[in-house]
């Protein structure tokens, strides 16, 4: 059966870097000068040479998200129901091998989280776990699934990587979406950060998507996790290279991209490269420009400031006063988390800040109850914020 394993074994790593970087500031103008950029302009978007085009980027992308999305800003909570894991990942506080108290809700404490952010307002859940797929595995998805997923209008998943079956049977009770990360597309780098378990199969994880596709999931969302390889252009393109392929072959699921960076976590590495705030803005705006109607997602991994000032730029989903440890919202417990958010400040403040940024966030009540800002807000607001990034 055909997958995208097809698809990236016949794009050479060293070759696309190569390209990527030799790309010139004429090819960044025939891309912004396009209504729909290809492959090529993509990489010229992606390139060294299109980051003294971040203004006219940033512009072209909020147009396009403006003109796609509205002003909306979708909000989703990420609930953490398991800290055990049978992966060994360098950059995880969960991996096997790390001493910290392990966790596994059971029914009443997630009846408590799920209480605990229906109480924030919170109607979109990612139900997340570490990868044990003996004591966090189906049958346990198949205990508590209804339940959680009766406490909210939206429900994706972030787990193990399952059989194209079990996300069918998933839908089944309620599935929306599921997101899976490849963490990087480079293999060599993939087999150095991923040491014991079932993980280690690069291409086991490569092909989710296409599980995912052909179990009729509505929403996939893609990624890499940007600080693992040297190369962030390389991994981006690899994400783009995905999206397209999917979305081509799977034409009936929607697909969202994030651009997760590394954060500190008990154990975790440094980054291998950094990607630094002005890339990742770069970055953002041309996946907009390349995919209109994709979702973007940022999450509370980036600062305050960077999701006040980007977030309004091309972002249509975020997360807001996440806990990244199995009962964080009804019990604390932040020695079971899994890395340190950037953006602690509560949802109702991220939301604050975005209505004053122009847009409009959706969760539960709040559309109503913060109102709408006009359009004019906007504009005015992102030619004067752009310029306080970090531009080398
Ligand atoms: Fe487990 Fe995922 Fe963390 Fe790896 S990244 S240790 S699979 S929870």
């Not at 990489?43 to 203004?55: D, F, G, Q, R």
């Not at 199995?326 to 800040?353: C, I, K, M, T």
Request: a negative charge; one cysteine or more.
């Amino acid at each position: 059966m055909n997958s995208f394993t097809d698809v990236w074994s016949t794009l050479d790593w060293d070759d696309l870097s190569l390209r990527i970087n030799s790309k010139t500031s004429r090819d960044v103008e025939r891309a912004l000068s396009r209504n729909k950029i290809d492959r090529e302009d993509f990489m010229a978007l992606i390139s060294p040479a299109a980051l003294p085009y971040l203004e006219p980027m940033a512009q072209r992308a909020q147009q396009l998200t403006r003109q796609r999305f509205g002003n909306t800003v979708n909000f989703f909570a990420p609930l953490y129901l398991s800290n055990l894991c049978a992966n060994e990942c360098t950059y995880c506080g969960f991996s096997m091998s790390n001493k910290i108290k392990r966790k596994t809700l059971d029914e009443d404490e997630i009846g408590r989280e799920c209480e605990a952010l229906n109480a924030l307002g919170f109607k979109h859940l990612l139900m997340v776990t570490g990868e044990h797929k003996g004591k966090v595995g189906m049958d346990y998805f198949r205990r508590h699934f209804p339940a959680i997923r009766s406490y909210f209008d939206s429900l994706m998943i972030e787990v193990q990587p399952l059989q194209q079956e079990e996300y069918a049977e998933l839908k089944t009770l309620g599935l929306d979406g599921v997101l899976v990360y490849q963490e990087t597309y480079h293999a060599p780098t993939y087999a150095l950060h991923h040491l014991r378990g079932q993980k280690q199969d690069f291409f086991w994880r490569l092909e989710t998507p296409d599980r995912l596709g052909r179990a009729g999931i509505d929403k996939i969302g893609l990624g890499a996790l940007f600080g693992l390889s040297g190369n962030w252009r390389t991994d981006s393109y690899m994400v783009a290279e995905h999206l397209l392929y999917l979305q081509q072959t799977y034409w009936q699921s929607r697909y969202s991209v994030a651009f997760p960076r590394l954060r500190p976590c008990t154990g975790g590495i440094e980054p291998a490269s950094l990607l630094e705030e002005n890339q990742l803005v770069q970055l953002i705006c041309a996946f907009r420009m390349l995919a209109p109607d994709v979702e973007l997602s940022l999450s509370t991994r980036e600062s305050p400031y960077f999701r006040d000032h980007v977030i309004p730029l091309a972002i249509n989903t975020v997360s807001a006063g996440s806990k990244t440890q199995p009962g964080g919202y009804a019990d604390d417990h932040p020695e079971l988390e899994q890395f340190a958010p950037h953006d602690n400040r509560s949802p109702q403040h991220v939301a604050e800040a975005l209505t004053r940024a122009g847009l409009q966030p959706v969760w539960k009540d709040w559309d109503s109850f913060l109102g709408r800002v006009s359009q004019e807000n906007v504009a005015g607001w992102q030619t004067n914020k752009l310029s306080g990034m970090q531009i080398p």
